[in-house]
């Protein structure tokens, strides 16, 4: 058995798929796309003489197919997701209290004024 030591292991939760993993998934979507080509083509062949509008959708299908597969499979990696900020806001400083009795901005500032207006 190993020991254990006391050191942390951090887990990398922002870090993009390795590149082969990334390319193989790219490979997979576009055999698939393919495939679907493929389904649609042999549909257009049996459906030419039996029914014709929905042979010529597949045969619109299995035409615009391969150029979106090549988009979708040339589209590249995915961005990467972003990682937690590591910024901490400052805590605000407390606020120091006026002193009993004195007047405040809202109503002794504001008043005294306006007496002198009036009076």
Not at 38 to 61: C, G, K, M
């Amino acid at each position: 058995m190993r020991k254990r030591s006391g050191t942390e292991v951090f887990r990398i939760t922002g870090a993009r798929q390795g590149l082969a993993e990334d390319v193989r998934g790219r490979q997979r979507r576009y055999v698939i796309s393919m495939s679907v080509r493929t389904l649609a083509v042999v549909a257009t062949v049996a459906l030419w003489n039996v029914e014709r509008p929905v042979a010529i959708v597949t045969l619109v299908i299995g035409t615009l197919l391969p150029y979106v597969a090549v988009v979708i499979a040339n589209a590249g990696r995915e961005n990467a997701p972003s990682l937690p900020t590591t910024f901490v806001t400052a805590p605000t400083p407390p606020m120091i209290a006026p002193p009993p009795g004195a007047p405040t901005t809202e109503s002794g500032a504001g008043t005294a004024g306006r007496e002198a207006r009036e009076g």
